[in-house]
């Protein structure tokens, strides 16, 4: 009876301890499993495309597309608008253009004056800029004045097209006699018109004097500058 005890009890004791050497070894690969993937290093983080196609510096940020150059603009390479003061030394009439006050033959200015045949031609300061015929480039109207040796002064209007930054007569208009102009100035909206104020008189009214303030409106037509309606309010000068 006490031998059967015996081995019950070192039966027992051969169980606990297989149990706990069989725990002792789980315990020691799960510690070893933990520090073998401890150890494994991370992969690397994807590293992010530009827009340019580009690949970033692993920061995991896109990258900013360099901005256009400011300077860059489109249209800044195009023929830039004309100005007054190179008609002072323009052509005035030539083959295509013929100015209704002026005598035959090509005519050229020269500082804002030419004279020839008893004639002499004067470029007034009046002066617009901005498009008559239609193209991107800034044009220019100007106002003119034409004395034929007499009493009569013939003042004119003429339309300068913008060819590459040169000043190509290409339209004009007469405003009569002893008509002298106030300003010139060319909307952009309506496009392609002058408005044009000037000093005249009354069907009616003797030709030394002035009594109207006319306010008129052109248009490029042609070689022509074609009045498209005019309003007048009384001038004493």
């Not at 004045?145 to 209007?157: N, Q």
Request: with cysteine.
């Amino acid at each position: 009876m006490n031998r059967s005890r015996g081995w019950t009890r070192r039966g027992a004791w051969l169980i606990a301890s297989a149990v706990l050497a069989s725990a002792a070894v789980g315990c020691k690969d799960t510690a070893d499993a933990g520090k073998s993937a401890g150890s494994k290093p991370p992969e690397p983080a994807a590293s992010a495309e530009t827009p340019d196609g580009d690949k970033g510096k692993g920061d995991g940020k896109e990258s900013a597309k360099p901005s256009q150059d400011a300077s860059k603009k489109p249209g800044s390479g195009s023929t830039g608008a004309l100005t007054c003061d190179q008609l002072r030394n323009a052509e005035l009439q030539n083959s295509s253009l013929r100015l209704p006050d002026a005598p035959e033959g090509t005519i050229a200015l020269t500082d804002g004056r030419w004279e020839g045949d008893g004639v002499v031609i004067e470029l007034q300061p009046q002066c617009g800029i901005g498009d008559m015929t239609g193209d991107p480039a800034a044009d220019a109207v100007g106002a003119i004045k034409v004395t034929t040796g007499g009493t009569g002064k013939f003042y004119g209007l003429v339309t300068w097209r913008n060819d590459a930054g040169t000043p190509v007569p290409a339209a004009a208009a007469s405003l009569g006699d002893r008509t002298p102009v106030v300003s010139v100035g060319i909307s952009s909206a309506p496009p392609k018109q002058a408005t044009v104020v000037y000093l005249t008189r009354g069907d009616s009214d003797p030709a030394a004097v002035v009594t109207l303030r006319r306010t008129a409106v052109y248009q490029v037509t042609g070689p022509a500058m074609v009045e498209l309606h005019h309003s007048d309010a009384p001038y004493t000068p």
